[in-house]
């Protein structure tokens, strides 16, 4: 896993974190299984199982099972990548903060043991 932050030339501005989750992603059409590729409290990258114009909508939400259903907007795409941004991030952030910390502790403690 890594995480990034808003310095220099990066314009992210809350820790990314590369996960292997599945979401699912929901369009004004309907719904699909997604993969989660990685998660910030800003929002995620998502692999879908067909090009996203394949799907003839926009992509509005995210579930995250047993965390969050999240309001989302497309801010790219490529054939089947899309990367999504929280339209609330007050509850982005409230649903998402125990699962990043998760992920933070067990980053750490990787690189303890690699480092020990």
């Given at each position: 896993?890594q995480?990034?932050?808003?310095?220099?030339?990066?314009?992210?501005?809350f820790?990314?974190?590369?996960?292997?989750?599945?979401?699912?992603?929901h369009f004004?059409?309907?719904?699909?299984?997604?993969?989660?590729?990685d998660?910030?409290?800003?929002?995620?990258g998502?692999?879908?199982p067909?090009?996203?114009?394949?799907?003839?909508?926009?992509l509005?939400?995210?579930?995250?099972?047993?965390?969050?259903?999240?309001k989302c907007?497309r801010?790219?795409?490529?054939d089947?990548?899309?990367g999504v941004?929280?339209?609330?991030?007050p509850?982005?952030?409230?649903?998402?903060?125990p699962?990043?910390?998760?992920?933070?502790?067990?980053a750490d403690q990787?690189v303890?043991?690699?480092?020990?």
């Amino acid at each position: 896993m890594q995480g990034h932050f808003l310095t220099g030339d990066n314009r992210r501005q809350f820790e990314r974190f590369d996960v292997s989750l599945e979401g699912e992603a929901h369009f004004t059409s309907g719904q699909t299984s997604v993969k989660i590729v990685d998660l910030s409290l800003g929002g995620a990258g998502l692999i879908l199982p067909l090009p996203l114009p394949a799907y003839g909508a926009e992509l509005e939400a995210l579930r995250l099972p047993g965390v969050a259903f999240l309001k989302c907007r497309r801010r790219w795409s490529r054939d089947r990548q899309v990367g999504v941004e929280f339209r609330d991030q007050p509850q982005a952030a409230a649903a998402l903060r125990p699962l990043l910390a998760t992920l933070a502790d067990q980053a750490d403690q990787a690189v303890r043991r690699t480092a020990g």
